[in-house]
């Protein structure tokens, strides 16, 4: 079976910065993309309410080079102002060259 | 803690197919699966308007013997004339044993 | 990137009992979670009927010391009356240090 090691990258945020998030992790590479309505509670400070209620939940296939660049994005442009979540795994899948 | 070692396997695809991509994983062995509706945009060449929409998330815990032949159907028939993903991760499973 | 090696406990259960574990895996020292719908059928020997429908899928992103915590508080109270999965996986996560 011909499987490729890619990086699943999931991210977690409030859906109304979900669709700025998209067009970026798409600008940096990423050819594909699932979304999944959350809810959520985070880790922050921040009171329930500011965080509570509707979430999405991103995943994207990238090769390791565009990962970075996402969670760099991510850290540098969203971290500072959003409840936002963010983390990346390794998996293997199938026809893995189309993702990369 | 009895954790066990087990495959989990993640299918994207959309809709329409996705009771008998269950039905088929079924039959290769698997005992259990969750679905999730999902929103995505495919990898392939196809227009946005054939992919994006709604789909469906599998998720099953296998033995890597059962995920590899799912795997393999999914690469034959379902590749070739859908927009699926299929990927997999090692995860350790509470009562794992149950599931192989 | 300073990412940090974190677990990411996944849960499934039925939706009549997931507001209980969210709030006993909070306890037991989990800072945020995200909860998706899901349907599925189990790997148990209960009757589809039972099991089959509504259930909620539970994510939490905590150290080792928290996850095997979590682990055995479901496999002690739950596993033996109720159709639960849960497991386990390694996850690198953006500004990890405030989960733990």
Chains 1, 2, 3 share one sequence.
Do not use: C
């Amino acid at each position: 079976m011909d499987l490729k090691l890619l990086k699943l990258v999931t991210i977690v945020a409030e859906a109304v910065i979900s669709d700025k998030i998209v067009r970026e992790i798409k600008e940096l590479g990423a050819t594909g993309y699932t979304i999944t309505a959350a809810e959520g509670q985070g880790s922050r400070g921040v009171r329930a309410s500011e965080w509570e209620g509707k979430n999405m939940r991103i995943e994207t296939l990238v090769g390791e080079a565009v990962s970075e660049a996402i969670l760099q994005m991510l850290a540098t442009h969203y971290f500072p102002n959003y409840a936002v979540v963010a983390y990346v795994e390794d998996v293997r899948v199938v026809r893995g060259d189309k993702y990369v």
